[in-house]
C-alpha cells in the first residue's frame, strides 16, 4: 500500500484538533464547572424572578384591600379620613398600582379639605397609566393641578394644566369639562380668540353639547 502523503494544510488542520483536544483534555474539569456555574445562576434567576413576580402579585392584592378604607371614606364624604387611608397604603405599598391610584385618591382628598399644598404633592406623584379607565384618571389628575394653579392665582399653570387634561382623555365627559376650563382661563386672561377656539372645539366634537357654549361663540 502506497504512503498517504499528507498536504500543508491537512497538517495544520492536524495540528489544530490535537491541540483543541489537549485544551479540552487539560480544561476538562474548568468547562464543566463553568457550566455548572451558569446551569445555576439560570436556576437562581428564574427562581428569584418568580418569587419577586409572585410578591408584587400577593403586594398588590394586599393594596387593593388596604384602599377600601379610603374609599369607604369617601362615601360618607370624609375626605381627611380617606386622605389618611390612600396615604397608608402608599407607605405600605409604594411600588404598586394601587398605590399611584392612592396618590390621586389623596390628592383629590385634599382638594375637598382645601389642603392645596398636600393636593398638589400627591397628584405630582400620581402617575399616567394606559387603558380607556385610566385615562380619564389621568385626565382628573392633570385638572385637579389645573384647579389648584387657579385657586392660587397661576393662571399660566392652569391653562398648562386644563389643556393636558383634555388632551388625555377624549370621552364625552372629560375632554369637554377641561376645555370649558381651559376656556375660562384663556378668557379671565384676555386670550378671547383661544377661549373661542375652546369652545368651537366642543361644538365640533360634541354636538350633543354645543348648546351650552354656543352662547360664548356669538
Known amino acids: 500500500m502506497a504512503n498517504k502523503v499528507e498536504t500543508p494544510q491537512q497538517d495544520v488542520m492536524i495540528e489544530a484538533k490535537g ?15 463553568g457550566l455548572l456555574i451558569i446551569a445555576c445562576v439560570c436556576v437562581i434567576f428564574f427562581f428569584w424572578r418568580s418569587r419577586s413576580e409572585s410578591r408584587a ?8 384591600v388596604a384602599l ?38 389623596a390628592g383629590a382628598s385634599y382638594m375637598k379639605t382645601g389642603d392645596f399644598d398636600n393636593a398638589r404633592k400627591y397628584l405630582a406623584k400620581y402617575e ?10 389621568n385626565a382628573m389628575a392633570l385638572g385637579l393641578q ?26 364625552p365627559v372629560t375632554e369637554p369639562m377641561f ?13 378671547q380668540e383661544k377661549a373661542a377656539e375652546c369652545y368651537r372645539k366642543i361644538v365640533e366634537k360634541y354636538p350633543a353639547q354645543a348648546a351650552s357654549v354656543e352662547k360664548y361663540l356669538k
Open 19 to 33: 491541540k483543541l483536544e489537549t485544551f479540552f483534555e487539560k480544561r476538562s474539569k474548568l468547562i464543566l464547572w
Open 57 to 64: 402579585r400577593v403586594a398588590e392584592a394586599n393594596a387593593q
Open 68 to 105: 377600601v378604607a379610603a374609599y369607604d371614606a369617601i362615601e360618607i364624604n370624609d375626605y381627611a379620613a380617606a386622605a389618611a387611608a390612600a396615604e397608608q397604603v402608599i407607605s405600605q405599598y409604594g411600588d404598586t398600582d394601587a398605590a399611584n391610584l392612592a396618590a390621586y385618591i
Open 128 to 137: 399616567a397609566k394606559e387603558g380607556v379607565a385610566a385615562d380619564m384618571i
Open 146 to 171: 389645573g384647579d389648584i394653579a387657579v385657586e392660587q392665582d397661576d393662571l399660566q399653570a392652569a391653562a398648562g394644566f386644563f389643556a393636558k387634561a383634555a388632551a388625555a382623555s377624549t370621552d
Open 179 to 191: 376645555l370649558r376650563k381651559l376656556a375660562a382661563v384663556y378668557a379671565a386672561q384676555g386670550e
